[in-house]
């Protein structure tokens, strides 16, 4: 009885692993549709007289943090099958995944890249301004914790 139950809940991680994909293919797909338009946005611009940095830099970072998204949806799917479905699985030398705590440290280094894209953002959308400091000490916090707790995989220091 619970050999087929446990049988029966390794579909759950195949779709989970096919839903992860699905969403890095989509976020993939959004990325070069965010990237066509920058660059639509940008040759309007050049006729206008407006500048083009502000503009130019925010949709850079955008498609980064898309592309980083979807990369981290990738390689949470490489992980996942991985660990649970095939250990064998022939994969790219940069998503070794052998366990999930090596998984739960590449996830936290992407979700500390993205907030600092995030941030840079924010400070080239608004320019300087007072909610920028919380914002950033936010961040920073986030950082410090995900750091001291070993889940962005920096080393701690004895």
């Not at 400070?123 to 920028?132: F, L, N, Q, R, Y």
Request: hydrophobic share 60%; charged share 15%; aromatic share 8%.
């Amino acid at each position: 009885m619970l050999s087929r139950v446990i049988a029966s809940s390794l579909l759950l991680v195949h779709i989970f692993v096919w839903s992860a994909l699905i969403l890095a293919i989509v976020l993939y797909g959004v990325a070069i549709i965010a990237l066509v338009q920058i660059i639509q946005d940008i040759f309007q611009l050049l006729g206008s007289g407006e500048s083009i940095y502000i503009h130019a830099t925010v949709g850079s970072l955008k498609i980064i943090d898309l592309l980083l998204i979807a990369a981290g949806f990738q390689i949470i799917a490489f992980g996942v099958y991985q660990i649970c479905i095939d250990r064998e699985f022939e994969h790219p030398a940069v998503v070794d995944i052998k366990n999930f705590g090596d998984l739960k440290s590449v996830i936290a280094k992407i979700v500390v890249i993205i907030l600092i894209i995030n941030f840079l953002e924010n400070i080239v959308k608004t320019g300087p301004a007072e909610h920028i400091l919380g914002y950033g000490l936010a961040i920073a916090a986030v950082i410090l914790a995900a750091s001291w707790s070993g889940c962005a995989g920096i080393p701690k220091k004895d």
